[in-house]
């Protein structure tokens, strides 16, 4: 069969899994789902709508107010924190969706909301323990009187290194947060970690746990083999097979030159699709014949719509047939490495391309 | 005044200035409008309107038929070439748009085409000259019978190094077009070069010019000073301003650490919205304080929604003050050099983001 589209499957029977189980990590603390970034790209309305109505999940987390908007579409009872805070290009979507909640993490946006508040709706107070972003640093804490302290429901912070067990980073800025909370926030419930600190259990689960990228299957402590179950799978036809004769040079610039002859194939996805362009000539490519599964190597420049793959000794490939780019054999986390960067990064972009073929799987 | 959301502006003037000076250099050619990637993620629809209403612009590249249905809706006399072709994922949108034109790049798409006819429309061949991508290799050209060969309505193909002026490749690819076209298609239109070979000129130009990157203001001719005119800008709102301690560390994994006493500011981007992430602790960022450009580094991990940066000694920064990450001083050439990569695979991602607010300008 002649094809010519990428997919992007995404398994939400997994992703909801995944959600169960870091539940159990934290049985005590109230689980969110992070869906910032439409749900690191794959798709915020669906996997938010999941989590509501077969994770009972009531809290979420978005960067943006207008990412929380289109949360609440799904989750109509959930509060939605919105970590970039509240500004005068949000302030409308804020009051037209009650169920978003403003994080506020400077000096600066506290007077704006006090300025603008929100009925019916108190606010977020992020809090700086080391990681050096967003958060009001102790000297500002220090100049909040009573009644400013009293505007918040919840104090929260994050973690800078919570994917390395041992960093002397963790108990710095577990130290940190709670010192700070049992001095100004005494007695409001309190977020720290992310998925990676649930891996580290204890003290940093406190009363919120935000769930986002474990719940998509990111190894988030990658000290040890993955816990959670793949969520993502990338594959893409084939559109050609040909000989490559020796001497041959491959894609942009002439990068790769064929030392020998070579058998290669041209694969319908590219650095458009959220491929990383970084996987030129060092890439893996996937590819089921004849009952196995066969490794290739990406050869020459990644383009726009195209990866050219060395298919050299793998027999009967042809026109139609899948090369898979990532799956469970191959996460995202081992493509991020390979691109040297992290799966977190390629997740976001590959869900963004509308030329995919999108499929939800669920079993 | 506090913000809180990025800010993509796409300068449909200078895109249209560019779309001529692009015309002027072939002026023998027709200049077809390559639009693939949702137009390298600025919006195909806008582009191509603009193209089609305002440039006299008739011919389209895609990549896909789904996005050559989308530029038929603002571009109806028009013919859209299809470059990644024809098959059973894509026989439905071509037959629902009449003017989307397929280009068969190999046997099995084109034994598929002929049991898939379009009627009313000749498909474009596309061969193979030195690239080793998509195309008909020459013992594939041999084997097409005299009916086939007149299947076709132009002739294609496309080069691997014309941003490199004096490449051995763009002599071999040209002469290798020459023959295979007088030998094959003597009679049908041709078309060899996207922005990169127009600046070669002469033979290089053929019938029909591609006009992409370029068109987006892209120097595709980096051996000397870009004749383009710039297209993309892009900012992010100031969140907070902040003093860092020496000895402070900096963002996830903590890779930066403060060696002496900083000022830093949290921007409202990431890579979340196109940032690539190899600009961590690499990265630039422009301020404009006192009617002065001032320049930033960018320290620790770029994270999804936020950077971090250096700009200690730029004095009165404030929240919701703007932060460039590129624009005519800097532009997405400048960022894909310093990030690794090149300014298209940067320019596919930004404008993929819903959560930038998006403008279009016109002078």
């Not at 967003?134 to 009293?150: A, K, M, P, V």
């Not at 474990?214 to 097979?241: D, K, S």
């Not at 899948?322 to 490495?337: E, H, I, P, Q, V």
């Amino acid at each position: 069969m002649i094809l010519t589209r990428p997919i992007l499957e995404i398994n939400l029977t997994n992703l909801l899994n995944n959600f169960k189980m870091l539940q159990k990590l934290a049985p005590k603390a109230a689980s969110a789902g992070v869906v910032k970034d439409d749900a690191y790209g794959l798709g915020a309305v669906k996997v938010a709508g999941l989590l509501y109505t077969k994770g009972g999940c009531r809290n979420f987390f978005v960067a943006h107010a207008v990412e929380g908007e289109k949360v609440a579409s799904v989750a109509p009872e959930a509060k939605i924190f919105v970590l970039q805070g509240y500004g005068e290009d949000s302030r409308e979507v804020f009051e037209r969706v009650p169920n978003l909640i403003p994080v506020i993490s400077n000096p600066s946006m506290f007077d704006y909301y006090k300025q603008h508040r929100l009925n019916g709706r108190k606010p977020v107070i992020h809090i700086e323990t080391g990681l050096n972003r967003l958060g009001f640093r102790e000297n500002e804490l220090e100049r909040l009187s009573d009644s400013d302290r009293n505007e918040f429901m919840m104090v929260m912070s994050h973690l800078a290194c919570a994917d390395e067990k041992d960093h002397f980073m963790n108990e710095h800025q577990l130290n940190n947060f709670k010192r700070l909370k049992e001095q100004y926030f005494p007695r409001l419930p309190a977020s720290l970690s992310a998925s990676d600190g649930v891996f580290l259990g204890g003290d940093f689960l406190q009363d919120v746990v935000r769930l986002g990228a474990a719940m998509y299957g990111i190894n988030t402590a990658p000290y040890r083999e993955n816990q959670m179950q793949n969520v993502v799978r990338v594959t893409a036809p084939v559109l050609q097979v040909e000989d490559l004769p020796e001497g041959e040079f491959v894609g942009y610039s002439a990068t790769y030159r064929a030392n020998s002859r070579r058998k290669i194939c041209i694969i319908s996805i590219g650095y458009g699709d959220g491929i990383p362009r970084s996987l030129s000539n060092v890439g893996k490519v996937f590819f089921k014949v004849g009952g196995q599964l066969h490794e290739a190597r990406m050869i020459g420049r990644i383009s726009m719509d195209n990866i050219i793959c060395d298919v050299t000794g793998i027999e009967g490939l042809q026109s139609g047939d899948t090369a898979y780019l990532c799956d469970s054999f191959y996460t995202l986390d081992d493509m991020g490495r390979d691109a040297g960067t992290i799966s977190y990064e390629i997740m976001s972009r590959l869900g963004k391309n509308t030329r995919f073929i999108r499929r939800y799987t669920e079993e």
